[in-house]
Each structure stands twice: as C-alpha cells, then as structure tokens.
C-alpha cells in the first residue's frame, strides 16, 4: 500500500450510480443518503481481488506506534480519518485548498530504542511524569516576571474572534484530552 485517496464531504457525484436516489428525496424514503463519496481506492485487496486483513494504530505521534508498525499516514490540517467497517476514509473539510488529493504511506526512520520509555511501563505514564518539564518548556520566553504578564504569542491576533465566541470546544485524545479538561 503506497497511497490513500482522500474523499471530500458534500460533492456531489460525478457519475450516476444505478439506484442513487436524489439527495431531496431521501426524507420522503426515509432511506439515508450519503453526504461523502466512497472510496475508490482499492489499495488494500490482494492481487486475486479479495480484501485483505488489516488493522490501524491511530496515534497523535508516530513514537507511540514505531513498536507496532513501521509504515504510517500523516493527517494534513482540515483532514478527517474515518474507519469504518475496516475501511479507511480520508475527508478533507476543504475541497479547494489546493493540496493534493492522495496520502502517502511513509517509512519511519526512528527505532523502538530511540524512543525510549525509560522505567515506565508506557508512553502516557513517561508523558505524566515529564508534565512538569513540559510546561516549563511550553512557557518558555513566554512569561514576564517582571510585569507579572505572560504573552501567548500568535493568539492575539485571534482575539476578537475569541472574545465573540460563546463556547470553545476541544477535541483530543489521551494525555492532550485530559489537559483540555484541565
């Protein structure tokens, strides 16, 4: 597998697929109609046509994953994964941005020993246990002693859209959801 097509939300079909009933008549149906197209990738069916048995790893960095598999996929900004019936779907929120439309699988470099657990039993207790470090690093040049002030650069030009908001939503996984908590 060298590539993943990447499937786009709200496009229309280009071509008529025998039985495709029209989007505006699916509530009088009550039959549901897909808002995203399929995929015609076959890249993961064998040579003689027949699917083949994978499984995904989703990880926000590839190190959590290096000791499972070595080939991954790297989401772009506006990107959606989606895994259904073990098939992958890449959606993209934006149809003309003009990156490309095809994923490709890359090779990691990086080995297990690199990474390097230490004397913890998984990745997520290291990340606990270095929080504190972590946050030294993220604040670094980024508070004033002197004035009592800390600036988070690249913000303020999105303040005036920040102050208007009524509610702001994070989406995370893992360590970074319970910092969204926090």
């Known amino acids: 597998v060298d590539f993943v097509d990447v499937e786009f939300g709200g496009i229309a079909e280009e071509r008529e697929i025998p039985g495709q009933l029209d989007a505006a008549a699916a509530p ?10 399929r995929s015609e990738s076959r890249a993961f069916l064998s040579e003689d046509g027949l699917p083949q048995q994978i499984e995904y790893f989703l990880a926000s960095d590839p190190s959590a994953v290096v000791e499972h598999t070595k080939t991954v996929l790297y989401l772009l900004d506006d990107d959606i994964a989606n895994i259904r019936e073990g098939e992958l779907r890449i959606h993209r929120l934006r149809r003309d941005d003009g990156i490309s439309s095809i994923r490709s699988i890359q090779t990691l470099e990086i080995e297990l020993a690199e990474i390097m657990k230490g004397s913890f039993d998984h990745f997520m207790q290291k990340e606990i246990y270095e929080q504190p470090e972590s946050v030294v690093n993220t604040m670094r040049g980024r508070v004033n002693f002197d004035s009592h002030k800390i600036t988070l650069g690249g913000l303020k030009t999105y303040l005036p859209t920040i102050r208007r908001c009524r509610r702001i939503v994070f989406i995370a996984c893992g360590t970074s959801y319970h910092s969204a908590l926090a």
Not at 28 to 37: D, I
């Open 28 to 37: 009088l149906t009550g039959l549901e109609v897909p808002k995203l197209r």
